[in-house]
Each structure stands twice: as structure tokens, then as C-alpha cells.
Nanobody, 126 residues
Framework: QVQLTESGGGSVQSGGSLTLACEVS????????LGWFRQAPGKEREGVAI???????TYADSVKGRFTLSLDKAKKTVYLRMDSLKPEDTAVYYC????????????????????WGEGTQVTVSS
């Protein structure tokens, strides 16, 4: 049973930075699709950054150049470094994973992920 536990959310001013962490338990990390989604109030959940089994990361256009996903296999943790934050980045951020998925043609498809964390709130004020 894979369990995902997010941490690191909080409140920050526009232009600031935060780093989210997602600890994976019950399975090794790496070699499958693992990453981050977010859901803003009144909006659908959307993909932010996904690492696949080829160690390639796909980023949403809205975060390219500002967000960086990284993996620490020893700590079994995937991180999302968020720089130059904007008010429109305000959302609940969710970690998602599916060890059965090595690669996805559309990595931001929600139904492809079997495991989800409970989410961590990120609030960016202007």
C-alpha cells in the first residue's frame, strides 16, 4: 500500500518561495510516474509537475521556469521547489503516484494516478 504525505505548505507573499515535500511510504521511489497536482478554489485539479520512469519531468506551462521537481531516493521524498510565486499559484497541492505507470503520454491525466496525498495548502498574497 503506497502512502503519500505532503508537507511544506504555507502563506507567502508574491515573489516568494516555498518548497513542498511528499514522503512516499510502502514503495520505493523512482521508476514510475510521481509528482504534483493542485486545485484552486472553484477550479478543477490540474497537473503541475510529473516525474516519469525515464527521469524526465513534465511541467505545466504556467509554472515552467519557476517550479522545480526533485527526488531524494534515500529519503523516499519528492520535492517541489516553487520560486517567484504568484497569487494565481494559490491552491491545495497534492502529491500523486502510480507505480504501475512508467510513462504516460498525458502525464497530467488525473485518473491515471491511483495514489494521492491529502494535500497541503499554499497561499500567495499580493
Amino acid at each position: 500500500q503506497v502512502q503519500l504525505t505532503e508537507s511544506g505548505g504555507g502563506s507567502v507573499q508574491s515573489g516568494g518561495s516555498l518548497t513542498l515535500a511528499c514522503e512516499v511510504s510502502g514503495y520505493a521511489v523512482g521508476g514510475y510516474c510521481l509528482g504534483w497536482f493542485r486545485q484552486a478554489p472553484g477550479k478543477e485539479r490540474e497537473g503541475v509537475a510529473i516525474l516519469d520512469g525515464n527521469s524526465m519531468t513534465t511541467y505545466a506551462d504556467s509554472v515552467k521556469g519557476r517550479f522545480t521537481l526533485s527526488l531524494d531516493k534515500a529519503k523516499k521524498t519528492v520535492y517541489l521547489r516553487m520560486d517567484s510565486l504568484k497569487p494565481e499559484d494559490t491552491a491545495v497541492y497534492y502529491c500523486a503516484a502510480d507505480p504501475r505507470k512508467y510513462w504516460l503520454a498525458r502525464p497530467f491525466t488525473l485518473r491515471e494516478y491511483h495514489y494521492w496525498g491529502e494535500g497541503t495548502q499554499v497561499t500567495v498574497s499580493s
